[in-house]
């Protein structure tokens, strides 16, 4: 029989310290929390890391707020403990989730069983190939574009030539779209495995305060040397990667997929998880074709803003704080006035602005940053929702209409990914900038009139959210901030319907869509959990009786 002691973990919510306070401290405000000694307390992990800068009664006072999970012998008890409880500053803590199921369908098991085969290195795909992975079951990771080292040297060409390859670009390849933002990682779903995911980048050289950072980001620079380690470590545990292979179609046989054709040959599989991206508009029209089911959803369209870093700094900290590096910002402006609601999307402090493109003719900005913020300028998008009451029926109506505001955009800005550019108050009056400041962006930037050339629900509920967002950062809706468009890839405009338990794509037995280019994300960690949890709910279920 067993003497230790039965124990129990807790998480402490909302411990202050000061910026230069040491984090020894939290130990002794959490066992003050408790109403407990230091000693009672048998361990400790800061779960969750986040400034306050709010300014209160006209004082800015700037302090860390630490969310903490402690581990003590037993339910303490404690009158302080049963007032923190009921308050909610206390709760037990959340169980860490586990990569490796419970338990596996019999019917992956078997020696001969044909792979699962997952189409789509992104997030999803590659973390439902480490689902699988940890689980003993054969994966083979399709991707149209190429690995990261080789997809980079293809990008600088695009930056030097202005010529778009639809295969190799910043949208398709190792990593997905988010290999070129700036590897934001933190997300509002509360999920068991997120911190195993974030752990397992960590153990691939990302820095380890992404466990628990509020704003965790990797950095693209350091995404460029943590994906190749994360596939060395899956193809060490039985992955096989094809990259530059693209799907061509799905065979299909008595409600089930048999194989993948691909653009290198057949290859036969026992299942198929689909984490296509949000851009891959051909791969979703030749699944149509081929009776599998799509539905439009709602998604997010606008601008991406540019302001020069110091003033954001000026905003969020009084002045620049050089131990707090490069301020963000995340500013919303609720939905009112017969206007959806406005937000800031993959905001880049120290960052700088992109061409996002896969196909010529068409102009999609994003944001991107390096692991240092070292630009001096701060961007991000801000955008709005738009639904089938704008863009009309049909599952792709609103593919139709995101390609529509990008060929606008396009030629607008001189058909050459040049990009149209309007000062934010001039966006607000309705005038053109005559002499658009220098940008971070790729392909420079020319006088136009994006409040024209975004739909009138676009340009009112931005222009509403302008207005709202000086109330937090002054000169935010000044000429200092510059508009630079489109922004419209920020979510995807379609959804492959499953079935909520199993995962599984209606009317098919054994294919599992996942990830932003599913509908059923909205970013690289989101998508990350979509993918491991398909991979876990496919494991539980298995693939059945051919």
Same mark, same amino acid.
């Given at each position: 029989m067993s003497n230790q002691q039965p124990?129990?973990?807790?998480?402490?919510?909302?411990?202050?310290?000061?910026?230069?306070?040491?984090?020894a401290r939290l130990k002794e405000l959490a066992a003050r929390e408790l109403g407990l000694e230091t000693s009672a307390l048998r361990g400790l992990r800061v779960?969750?890391?986040?400034?306050?800068?709010?300014? /209160?009664? #006209?004082?800015? *006072?700037? @302090?860390?707020?630490?969310?903490?999970? !402690?581990?003590?012998?037993?339910? %303490?008890?404690? +009158?302080?403990?049963?007032?923190?409880? /009921?308050? #909610?500053r206390? *709760?037990? @803590?959340?169980?860490?989730?586990?990569? !490796?199921?419970?338990?596996?369908? %019999?019917?992956? +098991?078997?020696?001969?069983?044909?792979?699962?085969?997952?189409?789509?290195?992104?997030?999803?795909?590659?973390f439902a190939a480490w689902a699988?992975?940890?689980?003993?079951?054969?994966?083979?990771?399709?991707?149209?574009?190429?690995?990261?080292e080789e997809r980079g040297r293809h990008v600088v060409r695009f930056h030097r030539t202005r010529v778009v390859d639809s295969e190799r670009n910043l949208l398709f390849g190792e990593g997905g779209a988010g290999t070129y933002s700036d590897g934001k990682i933190y997300t509002r779903v509360d999920d068991p495995l997120e911190v195993p995911i974030l752990e397992e980048l960590v153990l691939c050289g990302a820095p380890s305060a992404i466990v628990f950072d509020s704003l965790a980001h990797i950095g693209t620079d350091k995404l460029h040397r943590v994906l190749p380690r994360l596939r060395e470590r899956l193809r060490a545990?039985?992955?096989?990667?094809?990259?530059?292979?693209?799907?061509?179609?799905?065979?299909?046989?008595?409600?089930?997929?048999?194989?993948?054709?691909?653009?290198?040959?057949?290859?036969?599989?026992?299942?198929?998880?689909?984490?296509?991206?949000?851009?891959?508009?051909?791969?979703?029209?030749?699944?149509?074709c081929q009776g599998i089911a799509f539905e439009a959803k709602p998604f997010q369209l606008g601008l991406r803003i540019e302001h020069p870093q110091e003033l954001i700094d000026a905003g969020r900290f009084g002045a620049r704080v050089p131990e707090l590096g490069a301020a963000s910002y995340g500013l919303l402006c609720k939905a009112g006035h017969g206007l959806p609601a406005t937000f800031s999307f993959c905001m880049c402090p120290g960052g700088r602005i992109v061409a996002s493109v896969n196909e010529p003719g068409l102009l999609c900005t994003n944001g991107m940053s390096n692991s240092r913020h070292s630009s001096p300028w701060a961007t991000a998008a801000i955008?709005?929702?738009?639904?089938?009451?704008?863009?009309?029926?049909?599952?792709?109506?609103?593919?139709?209409?995101?390609?529509?505001?990008?060929?606008?955009?396009?030629?607008?800005?001189?058909?050459?990914?040049?990009?149209?550019?309007?000062?934010?108050?001039?966006?607000?009056?309705?005038?053109?900038?005559?002499?658009?400041?220098?940008?971070?962006?790729t392909f420079g930037t020319r006088p136009g009139r994006l409040d024209q050339l975004l739909p009138p629900l676009g340009r009112e509920a931005i222009a509403r959210a302008l207005l709202h967002f000086e109330r937090n950062l002054r000169h935010f809706s000044s000429n200092?901030?510059?508009?630079?468009?489109?922004?419209?890839?920020?979510?995807?405009?379609?959804?492959?319907?499953?079935?909520?338990?199993?995962?599984?794509?209606?009317?098919?037995?054994?294919?599992?869509?996942?990830?932003?280019?599913?509908?059923?994300a909205g970013g690289i960690m989101s998508a990350a959990l979509d993918g491991a949890n398909s991979a876990l709910a496919l494991l539980r279920t298995g693939v059945g009786h051919s």
């Open positions: 124990t129990a973990t807790w998480r402490v919510m909302q411990l202050e310290l000061g910026l230069h306070e040491s984090e779960a969750r890391k986040a400034l306050d800068a709010r300014v /209160r009664q #006209g004082v800015r *006072r700037m @302090a860390w707020i630490y969310h903490v999970d !402690v581990v003590t012998d037993r339910k %303490p008890k404690s +009158r302080r403990m049963e007032l923190a409880l /009921r308050s #909610g206390v *709760r037990e @803590a959340p169980r860490e989730g586990s990569v !490796v199921a419970s338990s596996v369908d %019999p019917s992956l +098991r078997h020696a001969a069983l044909e792979p699962v085969v997952i189409v789509g290195a992104g997030p999803g795909g590659l699988l992975a940890r689980n003993g079951v054969r994966a083979i990771v399709l991707d149209r574009g190429p690995a990261v545990q039985g992955v096989e990667f094809r990259f530059e292979t693209r799907m061509e179609e799905l065979v299909l046989a008595d409600g089930r997929v048999r194989a993948v054709r691909t653009s290198s040959g057949e290859v036969g599989c026992c299942a198929v998880i689909l984490a296509p991206g949000h851009s891959a508009r051909d791969t979703w029209r030749t699944l149509a955008v709005t929702t738009f639904g089938p009451r704008e863009f009309g029926d049909g599952p792709f109506a609103g593919v139709a209409f995101q390609r529509e505001l990008e060929q606008r955009f396009f030629v607008a800005g001189g058909s050459d990914y040049t990009a149209p550019a309007q000062g934010a108050q001039d966006f607000l009056s309705g005038r053109e900038t005559a002499h658009p400041r220098r940008s971070t962006y200092e901030g510059q508009f630079v468009g489109l922004e419209s890839r920020s979510s995807g405009p379609v959804r492959m319907p499953r079935d909520p338990t199993t995962r599984r794509s209606n009317g098919l037995a054994n294919l599992y869509p996942v990830g932003e280019g599913a509908g059923h």
